[in-house]
């Protein structure tokens, strides 16, 4: 090879991935590698590892150390692929281990047998490779001995991450066990004295763990000799662990316990001294006892009794959190299956504990804060999207659930997942990502630190360590691109799987549930649910058993989400109606496998729809002809109301794709189906409000509810006319025709029973006569009645054309003409007042726009109206009062004709419009709110009457809304308080009033309406 010009050898060795092509051919050129330089299979096999260059100059370091014996390991490297590849592996990989063979040049040996019981070693096999370890020293070779074959497995795919951690978990047991016995060797009689019994924690305990790891452990002892009985005996007499939480005497005791504690706490000491003392043949890792009761400040070692009283009396939530890992490891193993026996219950207790979620949740946030911000971006471990997010989210689930599903509580994590994807606890499909995600970084954790050896969980910052860790996982094109672009898919996805499942709302309401509840016999059932407000308990259990029996996922997860749902039902004016109601929403979405899955883990979906379910007919009703439509509460933004645009071009584009005018209006009817349960789903759960105002604010929600109500009938109305002129006429009617909202419709106030109050308007296209453009236009809106009409069960869309010139004996469609004609010559007040409220809402907007224009000067005189007309206004409203308040009504709570109802706040503010609106600008609006408000603005009313009338304005348009609410879409008129108990507390649910105070609510709105009345009687029918 000619110096600075790669040759052929040269590339080869590029395309091998040496980084240093230069150097690795002067190595090869060693006389030693003679054997191996042209040797094709043994260069493939370098160039399959994380580092050739480290892998190569690592084997001439190994075969240095050899000497004479060099021979024999190369050509077994030569010959053996199995020896090849584990060892150039392990090389490749980890710079500390190759250290460790040019020390220690015959433990290469350990790498030569590759039969089945050398695949998967557990502790049995561990102790025997330690057996013979006779001090410090030795322990800690023969410790980096058995490291060096678990990194080959995993460095060569034979074992996975989860058996690599499984065995450094087991091969940790085993050291342990082997620094214990050095421990007693040396102090025989500090052994004869107790029974010492260590418990692994952590990552250990889990069986999980790192190759450089702190090995977390918590100690337990007895005198030795001493039972459950002799226990039992000292407790009698006072030994009871109430010491719990004094150092001196938790370690002391009394005499014989208190020698034993002494005891095991000196060789507790001297075990942790021999694994984590440094010396020149290494350490071998530090033993943390931190996690014991009160930390670093207590005892290292406690009798079981003490242990016991500690975790009763005076635990915090994360040591329970830390107990779910606790496995006796070693010492006396019989002492420590007491001890797991002893504080299990209690770990399957803590989720009872008060805010037990939310002190989980905001450990996990004080880690996070904790992390340097140098290095947030590099955390494996702590950061966002990193193990522990998978680590909690997994463990505060196991927690919650596992108080009553027993095949949850694994110590290990992939375990854990497994078990809660099983018990529908989480989706299969989530499970299978932070599966995949979990498996990812626990790798790239293993290979950053067994580079070194080093315990560290930060992504390296150099290009070199970089790449060597991206061909460790199998990147080799680019290895550091496709390493960091797999890293960022993984952190992402365990960041929005821990978002879900670690702050999911369900969590919190199952962790306060009673887990014993689930367990009640039928009799304690029918008590339980008679207790939380059940009318009918029996059928209440019924739907229960039908929902939950089984042993489907689909069970699984209903008897996750009922016991929470029971209460949020309960919570209601009706909890038997919810049950009901779920039960069947549930029967019509049980095999639709995103149903469960959904109420399960996205947001508040659950709460919302038992609040739905359970708060009346009417948006059940609609729910249940619809049951797809639950998915609408999972959304995070499916609560907000769509635009008129949106709506009219989805319910044009329905209508476009039926075959026939009534299937058109079937699909418009579809449409505007899901809106409506969209629209008072939100209403119901307090989803409304506007920009600034709170979304509990009632008049806002109510403002909300009326554009949302007005805007869907629009389009309904738009989709209806397309079928209407479709039928007969294809795309173009002879006539421009277009649609007028009057009243509530007009006035953007529509409520849930509020009829489309409209005029239709019509103008001939160019070249047709008028006589015929008429009868079409005729025909159009005739049509569009009929086909809204047709008989369905979702709530009806009545169109009321009576407020059009001369009434019902007046023609239905008139021409814009004639239009013009009727109000020059004939309009009489009652018309100037009504087309206050006109707006065009469907048809050609050109033709709409025209005709506003044309009554504008009728609605907004100026002048105002003169006495005649003002008188006139008076003495209809009078006559309404007296004439059309239904037969023993109370005047006092009708909400629509009572005194201070809805037509006296209207009335009021159309005079102030027709007197005022010529010159007020703001006056001008269909909106009775907006109109208020500019009367005010103007100074045409005070402050207190404006807030007077427009609180009972509100008031009596919100329980209009409440009554068909409750009483749903056939329910019967909605203008007073219904007098059933359980539908009267439904509407005190909605506007706000609590269980026990509807007569408050009663009280509240008589007070209300009558401050209204005597300000209407001031301002209405007083002097002009």
């Not at 508040?604 to 739905?612: M, Q």
């Not at 005029?759 to 009868?775: C, N, S, Y």
């Not at 100026?862 to 023993?888: F, H, N, Q, T, Y």
């Not at 304005?953 to 749903?968: D, E, M, Q, Y």
């Amino acid at each position: 090879m000619v110096s600075g010009r790669p040759d052929s050898a040269f590339r080869r060795l590029l395309r091998y991935g040496f980084a240093d092509p230069a150097a690795a051919a002067r190595l090869l050129d060693e006389p030693e590698l003679a054997t191996l330089r042209t040797d094709t299979l043994f260069l493939d096999a370098l160039g399959a590892t994380a580092d050739p260059d480290l892998a190569l100059i690592g084997l001439v370091r190994l075969v240095e150390a050899l000497d004479t014996e060099a021979q024999t390991l190369l050509d077994t490297v030569r010959t053996a692929k199995p020896l090849r590849d584990r060892l150039l592996g392990v090389l490749g990989a980890s710079a500390a281990l190759a250290d460790h063979l040019a020390t220690h040049p015959h433990d290469w040996k350990a790498l030569v047998t590759y039969e089945s019981t050398d695949l998967h070693p557990g502790v049995e096999e561990f102790e025997e490779a330690l057996s013979d370890v006779v001090s410090p020293d030795t322990l800690r070779v023969a410790y980096r001995r058995a490291i060096l074959s678990i990194a080959a497995r995993d460095v060569c795919g034979t074992s996975d991450v989860a058996e690599t951690a499984a065995e450094l978990a087991d091969l940790a047991t085993a050291t342990l066990r082997a620094a214990l016995r050095l421990a007693e060797a040396e102090a025989p009689e500090d052994a004869a004295l107790c029974r010492l019994a260590v418990i692994a924690m952590g990552k250990c305990g889990g069986h999980e763990l790192n190759y450089v790891s702190d090995v977390d452990v918590v100690y337990v002892a007895e005198p030795a000799g001493g039972g459950p009985a002799d226990r039992e005996a000292r407790e009698a007499r006072g030994a009871d662990g109430t010491n719990a939480t004094n150092g001196a005497k938790g370690a002391g005791g009394g005499d014989a316990e208190g020698e034993a504690l002494r005891a095991a706490t000196r060789l507790a000491a001297h075990m942790m001294r021999i694994c984590s003392d440094s010396t020149p043949e290494g350490t071998i890792w530090p033993v943390d006892a931190n996690l014991r009761p009160e930390g670093r400040n207590g005892p290292l070692v406690r009798t079981l009794s003490s242990h016991v009283a500690y975790y009763q009396r005076w635990a915090k939530t994360w040591e329970f959190q830390a107990l779910l890992k606790a496995r006796p490891v070693a010492g006396d193993l019989a002492l420590g299956a007491e001890y797991v026996e002893a504080v299990a219950p209690m770990v399957w207790q803590a989720a009872d504990r008060e805010n037990f979620v939310t002190d989980t949740q905001q450990m996990r946030r004080r880690v996070v804060a904790s992390i340097p911000a140098a290095q947030l971006d590099r955390e494996l471990k702590l950061g966002p999207g990193g193990l522990r997010d998978v680590e909690f989210a997994v463990q505060l689930l196991q927690l919650v659930h596992g108080r009553g599903d027993p095949t949850l509580r694994s110590s290990t994590t992939l375990d854990a997942l497994d078990a809660l994807a099983a018990g529908g606890y989480v989706g299969r499909q989530d499970a299978a990502s932070l599966d995949s995600a979990y498996r990812f970084l626990r790798t790239m954790e293993h290979r950053i630190q067994l580079y070194q050896m080093r315990r560290t969980h930060l992504m390296p910052s150099s290009d070199a360590d970089q790449r060597r860790l991206g061909r460790s996982l199998g990147y080799r094109s680019e290895p550091v691109a496709e390493l960091h672009k797999a890293w960022r898919r993984h952190a992402a996805a365990v960041r929005r799987l821990h978002e879900k499942l670690f702050y999911r709302p369900l969590l919190d309401a199952v962790a306060q549930l009673d887990v014993g509840e689930a367990r009640l016999s039928p009799k304690a059932a029918v008590q339980r649910l008679e207790a939380l407000g059940y009318a009918d308990p029996g059928a209440a259990l019924r739907h229960l058993e039908a929902l939950a029996s089984g042993v489907s996922r689909k069970a699984a997860i209903q008897r996750t989400l009922l016991p929470v749902l029971l209460g949020w039902f309960a919570d209601s004016a009706d909890p038997d109606a919810g049950l009901l109601g779920f039960r069947k929403v549930s029967d019509a979405l049980g095999k639709t496998p995103w149903y469960l899955r959904l109420l399960r883990d996205e947001g508040a979906a659950a709460e919302n729809l038992a609040r739905v379910l359970s708060a009346g007919r009417y948006a059940p009703d609609l729910l249940l002809r619809a049951p797809e439509a639950v998915a609408i509460l999972g959304d995070e933004h499916g609560l907000r109301p769509r635009s008129r645009t949106a709506l009219v071009q989805e319910t044009l584009s329905a209508v476009g794709r039926a075959g026939d005018a009534e299937q058109a209006v079937v699909a418009a009817r579809g449409v505007r189906r899901r809106e409506l349960f969209r629209t008072a789903a939100a209403d119901l759960i307090g989803a409304y409000g506007t920009e600034g105002a709170a979304p509990q604010d009632p008049a806002a929600s109510l403002d909300r509810v009326g554009d949302a109500l007005t805007d869907l009938n629009s389009a309904t109305l738009s989709g209806a006319l397309r079928a209407a002129v479709g039928a007969q006429w294809g795309d173009e009617l002879p006539a421009r025709f277009t649609v007028i909202g009057l009243g509530r419709f007009g006035g953007h106030e529509m409520g849930y029973g509020s009829d489309a109050d409209v005029l239709f308007v019509h103008e001939p296209r160019d070249g047709i006569d008028e006589q015929e453009a008429g009868k079409a236009a005729f025909a159009v809106a005739t049509e569009m009645r009929r086909l809204l009409q047709l008989p369905t069960a979702d709530p009806p869309l009545v169109i009321d054309a009576d407020l059009r010139p001369e009434g019902k004996s007046g023609a239905l469609v008139r021409s814009l003409s004639s239009y013009a004609a009727y109000y020059r010559r004939w309009s009489l007040v009652w018309e100037s007042q009504a087309l206050l409220r006109a707006q065009y809402v469907a048809g050609d907007e050109d033709l709409g726009a025209r005709f506003l224009a044309l009554v504008d000067p009728l609605r907004y005189p100026v002048g105002g109206p003169d006495d005649d007309a003002v008188r006139e206004i008076r003495r209809l409203k009078a006559r309404m009062e007296s004439e059309r308040l239904p037969r023993g009504a109370d005047p006092t709570t009708h909400m629509k004709l009572g005194r201070g109802g809805l037509t006296d706040v209207e009335w009021t503010v159309q005079l102030l419009q027709l007197r005022h609106g010529a010159e007020v600008a703001g006056l001008r609006t269909t909106r009775t709110r907006a109109a208020l408000a500019a009367a005010l603005a103007a100074g045409l009313l005070g402050q207190e009457d404006a807030r007077v009338l427009d609180e009972a304005w509100v008031l009596a348009s919100r329980l209009r809304n409440a009554v068909t609410l409750v009483r749903g879409v056939r329910g019967r008129p909605a203008d007073t308080f219904p007098s059933e108990s359980r539908e009267l507390a439904g509407v005190g649910r909605y506007l706000g009033y609590g269980p026990g105070h509807v007569g408050e609510m009663l009280d509240d709105s008589r007070r209300v309406t009558r401050r209204a009345r005597l300000v209407v009687e001031r301002l209405f029918y007083g002097a002009a």
